[in-house]
């Protein structure tokens, strides 16, 4: 990693960001702006516009003009697999430039920034752009005299919100396969992780997307991204977020013209380590990591640890010795492993569940407070926190900081009651040397991912989405065409 370059990088001015619709930098139609914080010092570090419905609408009146006129939706998938690969390179050639600007945005570690964020994105658009013109049609087994063909077809017009935590690898989740099947996309940046979209926005251009194939709009989600979801002219919906946000969407959908609504709600995952995990050590490590690694800002996150009884104490004394030697600070040290918290609000959010915590008893093992404060930054200690109950808060609700609850379990069947005893069901591990146990919790969890003597670290041939109030849709692999993608039936007499 060039050290020099992030230094350089670190203090460069950042120009005022304007939304890109119909392939121009526009101002919100009102001219409104609003201040972009950097977690790292609270200091201020560029503006945006702050979008308005008719920004959005504008935005709209772009992507269905372009899906029109086929300028990209007809493109033989051959020459829109070309535009994407030039794409995808002109994203890694400025990696580290991206990278820098994303961490100053929203506090990841540079390490994780670089690897999960641009190159991420990158090679998930390489992914879906070489995955295109390998998708065929379907000849259905009729009887004579009559052919049935199916066709896939682009959707239309996608409208995309995705989250502040990792802007770029979400959003090239929903980009990658809606501009590979020919859809057009109107997309809607969280408020506090905008530059970054629209730097690859514009590199899009650069690499030949026609203007109005990828719109993005920054601004409040209450005006933006609600005009998004009732809009009659945006035929899919993605989102990832809260669950209290994806219930307003479906609900705008209804009262509009229906459109299909795909959501990715977050977790409340389980980490469950039994006591014939093959290497403690290991197990110890990975949950750390699975946890504290972007300041616990990971939809997948391992926030509950689930340790068998037996070896409760030794692991949770393990865990704690291990968290302490974690440095959490400027995440443009590459020495850093837990950055900074988004934002003030999520800090302040992140606290009162251990302040909430502490009233009710529990035993804060380490951390549990802020620090760093004289930076100005939102800086939070890894926290560890056992004796949690099934109905507390803790337990049930997504933090989404770096605080970690845990329970101790007796048997398998007490595992499971406890994993599954969540709204939720994202992602879950289990620790165990018993291949048996492994394909039976695999099997009773309910979750979307389970890891086994693993936390994290999937790919892209591989699905990743919820059950039960985590969502429905896939993102990766694959799978995740089958939103962006209608099916026609031909039936032809001969």
Known sequence: MDQSRIAELRDAPVPPARHLIGGAAVAASDGREMEVCSPLNGAVLTTMAKGTRADADQAIAAARRAFDS???ANLAPAARKAVLLKWAALIEEHALEIAVLGVRENGTEIGMALKAEPLSAAGTIRYYAE??????????????GTLGLVHREPAGVVGAIVPWNFPLMIGAWKLGPALAAGCSV???PAETASLTLLRIAELALDAGVPPGVLNVVTGPGAEVGAAIAESMDVDVLVFTGSGPT?????????????KRVYLELGGKSPNIVFADAPDLDEAVKVTANGIFRNAGQVCIAGSRLLVERSIHDEFVEKLAAFTQTMKVGDPLDPDTTCGAVNSQAQLDRNLAFVEEARAQGRTIVTGGGRILQDTGGYYMAPTVITGVQSDDRLAREEVFGPVLAVQAFDTEDDAVNLANGTDYGLAAAVWTANL??????V???RAGLVHVNTYGGS???????????????HDKSPHAFD???DLKTAWIKL
Not at 131 to 144: C, F, H, N, R, V
Not at 436 to 441: K, L, N, P
Not at 461 to 472: A, I, R, Y
């Open 246 to 258: 994806g219930r307003r969407l479906l609900e705008a959908s209804a009262r509009s013209n229906l």
């Open 131 to 144: 995955s295109i013109d390998k998708l065929y049609g379907e000849i259905a087994p009729t009887a004579p």
């Open 186 to 188: 109107v997309l809607k």
């Open 436 to 441: 048996g146990r492994a394909h039976r919790m």
């Open 443 to 445: 099997r009773r969890i």
């Open 459 to 473: 790919d892209l041939s591989v699905p990743l989405g919820g059950v039960k109030q985590s969502g429905n849709g």
């Open 70 to 72: 086929g300028v990209w």
């Open 483 to 485: 939103k962006y993608l």
